[in-house]
């Protein structure tokens, strides 16, 4: 792995590395098929706090350097990608907060996570996935309280978190100038998860609708001020989009394991097809791929780390990881050949998993939009 990581981290990777092998990798095949969401082995993931890592160090987090941290995402990615991006999802539910959140709120969420919980980040509506602006969830101001209206959907970890960062519209005349984010705890009457989303990938993952009627929540509950709310999304976003790039590297890990493993196996003509060249150039073209996303991860996760402007940095580690990842995973599928497209094998589930990377937290569209807007002067 080319991630240049702390002695601390080496040490937890290998543990993690043990926890995949042994608790994830295999069992997540089952649920798979069966779309149940696996609670055991996230009680057991709960218990070495691997969902704490973003946690800052002050909060009670291990003090990780970002790099540190992608490094054991793509080795849960590796072992399976609806899990990571549930560990992954935590992190994401907690940065509007750490980004924008006072410092009891910022308590609060971090208390949760360490203590066992999920949080999830409610952005996404139904007729408005790449358009905030045409949301219609609303928050009106009444008393020393706000009333949220609305529903959103596709929200990672959305049936099981214990608290959601929900986008609403304060004041609908000026469009995302007038989007605000609220910290709502799970049980605040009002708030339910509806439809769950039966997915053709990462199916480990908890994906569902959240249902806001009449949601009742104290004016404290509002992260920064009225109006801040497009603002503190998209900086969510900016550091949620390398996060997806580190996961869908693990997937492009797995998918270049199994090929390998395969092709050492498979004979034809009388001999491994490993030992053909055209195997050998496919592999070897995997690989450059798979480096070239996990420099492009590491650089957007170490200028996060420095303070610095990350945007464009973070959509192109987001934007070429999983759209390597698509290419790579289907390309193991053709090294199969038939078996490929069998669920016998599991390189057809490494491509059902790496197509959502290409969609989520902004499709790649998305992503070249952004890109553009910060690399064509002004």
């Known amino acids: 792995m080319a991630y240049l990581i702390s002695d601390e981290a080496k040490d937890l990777l290998q543990d993690v590395h043990e926890f995949c092998e042994n608790e994830v990798k295999e069992q997540c095949k089952e649920y798979d098929k069966s779309g149940e969401w696996p609670k055991e082995i996230y009680d057991k993931a709960i218990e070495m706090q691997l969902h704490s890592l973003e946690i800052p160090e002050e909060y009670g987090g291990p003090g990780l350097s970002r790099v540190d941290i992608a490094a054991l995402i793509e080795e849960m990615a590796r072992a ?216 492009m991860n590491a650089y957007a996760l170490n200028l996060m780390d420095m303070g610095k402007r990350h945007s464009k940095e973070a959509a192109i580690a987001k934007c070429y990881a999983s759209d390597k990842a698509m290419e790579i995973a289907t390309e193991a599928v053709q090294m199969f050949g038939g078996y490929g497209y069998s669920r016998e094998y599991p390189v057809e589930k490494l491509m059902r998993d790496a197509k959502i990377f290409q969609i989520f937290e902004g499709s790649n569209e998305i992503q070249r939009i952004v890109i553009a807007n910060n690399t064509i002067p002004r």
């Open 80 to 295: 399976d990608a609806g899990f990571a991006t549930t560990i992954s999802a935590s992190g994401l539910g907690t940065k509007p907060v750490l980004i924008a959140g006072n410092e009891e709120q910022k308590k609060h969420v971090c208390e949760v996570i360490v203590n066992g919980g999920f949080g999830a980040f409610a952005l996404t509506e139904p007729g408005a996935g790449s358009d905030p602006a045409a949301g219609t969830t609303t928050a009106k101001k009444d008393g020393d309280s706000y009333v949220l209206n609305g529903r959103k959907c596709f929200i990672t970890n959305g049936g099981i978190a214990d608290f959601y960062c929900v986008t609403a519209l304060t004041d609908k005349s000026k469009g995302v100038k007038g989007m605000s984010i609220f910290l709502i705890d799970a049980g605040t009457p009002g708030l339910s998860s509806g439809h769950e989303e039966d997915k053709m990938g990462i199916r480990t993952s908890n994906t569902a609708d959240v249902v806001l009627e009449d949601v009742r929540v104290p004016a404290e509950n509002l992260l920064g001020n009225e109006g801040d709310g497009f603002k503190i999304a998209m900086q969510t976003l900016d550091q949620a989009r390398a996060w997806m790039g580190v996961v869908s590297t693990g997937i492009s890990q797995r998918a270049m394991d199994e090929s390998i493993a395969y092709c050492k196996e498979r004979v034809q003509f009388g001999k491994p097809v490993i030992k053909f060249q055209a195997m050998q150039f496919k592999i070897a073209d995997m690989a450059i791929k798979i480096e070239t996303s996990r420099q």
